[in-house]
């Protein structure tokens, strides 16, 4: 993957969709920016185990939240279990069988579970009493997508989609433009890759009409799992190579257009969050660090402490606090505030105020608190 910076312009707070509430984390990702930040309160101190979820089969997908419920897809061998969960109790309330089910994302919004019940098609489920109900569902083909407000984003066939429950048509579509991966939602901008003519282009479309408001040309072509991750001073559009991660860093005013420091390159090892004027990142395996600058300051390196890169999966921010999935530091200092005593899978931490879920390493769904206090 190649991740390429971009930039939207500046505000004094984030737009809609920018970072997650506290009891609502609604894709992989975090929010429909994608930019893995929460608004929780985070656990600063030593952690113990709240719960231990007893699920119906291994966890395949990364868990998403909506005030007090978490929702992810178990193994069932021959398909895949919707379950819900209580945050407060690891108690678990329902479960679906979904025979044709793909292990893919999964997302959340309203208390409407959103999932790909089978190739090419994209339901919503809720859930009533022990069991989820069907609420919605279009085929739109394509595989990957973004929710906000209801609204479903995704691209097929080269097309860009925007999808209302209730209506299997799209409410618009965006053409011609061979555009590829998962959109993301920044404010009332739906943020897209595309490749016409060989060029990678980053789109941002008016999500109420659309249209194309603004368009970069960068360095490189876009791959099939290219994405976006947004804040207010950048847009991180993550495209495709043979191996690694490039991260090259912009900045714009107004309307998307590159500027600023762009020359710097880094491999990046998984997807990244937004931390201020930057991101953080792990490079190559080897140190997380916060790419705002060149040289990037260092959070953790594996000469310093190997075992802290036994999993990387990508960081969660809340605050000033970061959780690298299994552990916790201080984003400005990289002062390590605590360790989880589990192995984890290769999904980061979900954040709820003053509790951490995660998927450990056998597939389990487990929460943990802080031992006294926050």
């Not at 409410?171 to 433009?177: H, P």
């Not at 809340?318 to 916790?328: E, I, K, M, P």
Request: glycine fraction near 12%; charged fraction near 20%.
């Amino acid at each position: 993957m190649v991740v390429l910076l971009a930039a939207a312009s500046a505000g004094a707070t984030d737009p809609d969709g920018a970072v997650a509430e506290p009891a609502r984390w609604t894709g992989p990702n975090g929010p429909a920016s994608q930019s893995r930040r929460s608004r929780a309160m985070p656990v600063v101190r030593d952690v113990v185990e709240a719960w231990r979820a007893d699920l119906p089969g291994e966890a395949l997908t990364a868990p998403v939240t909506w005030d007090g419920e978490v929702y992810v897809l178990c193994d069932a061998r021959r398909g895949c279990w919707l379950v819900a969960v209580d945050v407060a109790r690891g108690t678990v309330l329902a479960k679906k069988m979904l025979t044709k089910a793909l292990a893919a994302s999964v997302h959340v919004w309203g208390g409407v579970v959103y999932l790909h019940p089978a190739q090419g098609s994209i339901a919503g489920y809720k859930r009533v009493g022990g069991t989820f109900v069907e609420q919605w569902k279009a085929n739109p083909g394509g595989f990957g997508f973004t929710v906000h407000e209801n609204e479903v984003y995704t691209v097929s066939g080269g097309t860009l989609l925007r999808l209302t429950p209730g209506s299997s048509k799209p409410v618009w579509s965006l053409q011609e433009r061979e555009l590829k991966g998962t959109p993301s939602v920044f404010g009332n901008t739906v943020l897209v890759l595309g490749n016409p003519y060989g060029r990678a282009i980053l789109y941002g479309v008016d999500r109420r009409t659309g249209k194309v408001e603004s368009e970069v040309v960068c360095a490189r072509s876009v791959g099939l799992d290219a994405g976006i991750t947004a804040s207010p001073h950048r847009l991180f559009a993550r495209t495709s190579i043979l191996k690694g991660t490039l991260v090259t860093s912009a900045f714009a005013r107004g309307r998307l257009r590159l500027a600023g420091w762009t020359g710097t390159e880094f491999v990046v090892a998984c997807d990244a969050a937004v931390y201020k004027n930057g991101i953080l990142a792990c490079l190559q395996d080897r140190s997380w660090v916060w790419l705002k600058e060149d040289p990037a300051p260092v959070l953790a390196a594996r000469e310093w402490t190997p075992d802290l890169f036994s999993a990387v999966v990508p960081p969660t921010v809340l605050g000033d606090v970061v959780y690298f999935g299994g552990w916790a530091a201080d984003a400005e200092t990289g002062e390590i505030l605590w360790r989880l005593p589990v192995e984890l899978s290769r999904f980061g931490a979900v954040p709820a105020d003053r509790m951490v879920i995660v998927v450990d390493a056998g597939g389990g769904l487990r929460a943990f608190r802080a031992r006294v206090g926050g």
